[in-house]
């Protein structure tokens, strides 16, 4: 885990190394926590990516001790980690891992944390340096943030850091989001609070910016003078799980719409930056978002549903209100999707259309930008048709790639022309698996490097767009019902059919 402390940081040979810190980890026993922040710390120090005496502070409300702690730790990376598991790599990390017991009112334990961490600035050489990882639902978060101030935790020598992370939901509207953000704000500057959305974590999504950026072929076309529309799609075949707890009262569009969505949309439509450091890809991000509009008739260009009894992966699976700890009369949609129009040259006339939804027909997360038809076609009707719109489809998941559909003739004596797709996929063309997004938002983290995480004007901006949209649909009722294993509602496809289109099928 030691890295070389006069390598040059424009070097593309090595990779970027955290320097001496540690991290606190809050909500130890949750499933975000053992699933993916646990074993993506293990997965960057088994790439040499932590300093040799980073350090794993875990807080919870259980009678453990450092070891049980530990052991937690080891079960969660050996399910769950990326890369393989070495013991020379798991001792030394650790070494560097504590626990402290206590629930958030607990001043004792508070107490206790901030001397552990002053113990591991001396033993282990952290240096001051502190990232505190929040994994525990919104409405703890201020009373977390105000126990860290009070009891000195977010003080710092000159030289040394502390910042804090958080997860989404950032909210559940613009006046929740508002109040959040005041209140992590009183507490840790602007430029040392880091809200995690993971999808700007995966390596397809940063992608975006290099294919658009990168290349002479895209960017002319990147337009509306040639796409007639961007249709972005998170499906997932799964339904909501043991998560009824969280899912319920909050819905496919505050779930997924909001934060993950709106960030790919502003990815895709944004102008290119002067560099993509932090501040620059964060205004041209905030331009996109200020000039969102909605349609006149949210009735007529939103849709929502919520999934009924079907079969999913060849098993009968029950509906949304049949699922454990679902009320009966709940309005939860786990289906959503909205236009979008964007006000500015460059997109002007082109509906973004957002979609998100559990058991549909497979799982998929897809940004596909559908291209206007040929101005004239020299050919025979019958030629054509079978020819549909030229698409540019970024897959997020789980294919990771690209794939270009255009026209070509058919072999034969008759011209006749039906799409065929060009692919480009991650595992065919690198040898080096993809890190997980939590791995590089975690390191991004450590090296106090912003560029993937949304500031507080784009958690508000994205709330100011979705919120008339939720409370158009609050006035509705229920949402439409669709079966498991489709994909939608039925008024989902007549909101496209309306714009004469028709969504993709992935």
């Not at 190394?17 to 949750?30: D, E």
């Not at 950026?213 to 007639?228: G, S």
């Not at 129009?341 to 930008?369: C, H, Q, S």
């Not at 698996?433 to 995480?453: C, N, W």
Request: with cysteine.
């Amino acid at each position: 885990m030691v890295g070389n402390p006069l390598r040059d940081p424009q070097d593309r040979r090595l990779p970027r190394i955290a320097g001496p810190c540690g991290m606190v980890l809050f909500g130890v026993t949750g499933d975000l926590s053992r699933k993916k922040v646990m074993p993506a710390i293990y997965d960057l120090a088994n790439r040499g990516l932590l300093p040799p005496g980073f350090s794993l502070v875990g807080f919870a409300r259980r009678d453990w001790a450092h070891q049980d702690f530990a052991q937690i730790v080891h079960d969660s990376v050996r399910q769950h980690a990326r890369t393989e598991f070495r013991e020379e790599v798991w001792q030394q990390l650790a070494e560097g891992f504590r626990f402290v017991p206590g629930d958030f009112s607990d001043d004792l334990a508070f107490e206790g944390l901030r001397r552990t961490i002053e113990e591991l600035d001396v033993v282990r050489g952290t240096g001051g340096n502190h990232a505190f990882y929040l994994s525990i639902p919104p409405r703890f978060f201020g009373e977390v943030v105000q126990q860290l101030q009070e009891h000195g935790l977010v003080d710092h020598r000159e030289g040394s850091w502390r910042r804090v992370v958080v997860e989404k939901p950032f909210g559940h509207d613009l006046e929740s989001a508002r109040e959040l953000n005041d209140i992590i704000g009183q507490v840790f500057p602007s430029g040392s609070v880091f809200r995690i959305d993971h999808y700007l974590g995966k390596e397809t999504v940063q992608n975006i910016l290099a294919m658009r950026f990168a290349n002479a072929m895209f960017e002319p076309l990147w337009n509306a003078n040639y796409v007639d529309h961007v249709q972005i799609t998170m499906a997932e075949d799964i339904g909501i799980g043991g998560r009824a707890g969280y899912y319920d009262g909050i819905g496919a569009a505050r779930d997924v719409i909001q934060n993950h969505l709106m960030q790919l949309m502003a990815l895709v439509a944004m102008e290119e930056p002067p560099s993509f450091d932090a501040e620059n890809l964060r205004q041209e991000k905030l331009k996109v978002l200020s000039s969102v509009s909605l349609p006149n008739r949210l009735d007529l260009h939103t849709a929502r549903g919520q999934y009924a009894p079907g079969w999913a992966g060849g098993i009968k699976v029950p509906g949304y209100l049949e699922e454990d700890g679902i009320p009966r009369t709940s309005t939860t949609e786990t289906f959503a999707a909205i236009r979008l129009d964007i006000d500015n040259r460059r997109w002007a006339g082109v509906p973004f259309y957002l979609r998100a939804g559990k058991r549909l027909g497979r799982r998929v997360t897809e940004v596909a930008v559908v291209f206007k038809g040929a101005p004239h076609l020299p050919f025979a009707k019958a030629a054509t048709e079978d020819l549909t719109q030229n698409a540019f489809v970024i897959r997020v998941q789980p294919d990771e790639g690209l794939t270009v559909r255009f026209g070509s003739k058919v072999p034969g004596t008759a011209m006749e022309i039906r799409d065929v797709s060009m692919d480009f996929a991650y595992g065919g063309s690198f040898t080096e698996a993809s890190p997980e997004a939590y791995e590089r938002l975690i390191l991004d983290v450590l090296l106090g490097d912003p560029p993937l995480f949304p500031r507080h004007e784009e958690v508000e901006l994205s709330w100011r767009i979705l919120d008339p949209i939720l409370n158009h649909w609050a006035r509705k009722g229920r949402p439409d019902a669709y079966e498991s294993g489709t994909w939608g509602p039925h008024s989902a496809d007549l909101m496209l059919a309306r714009d004469g289109r028709t969504w993709r099928r992935p």
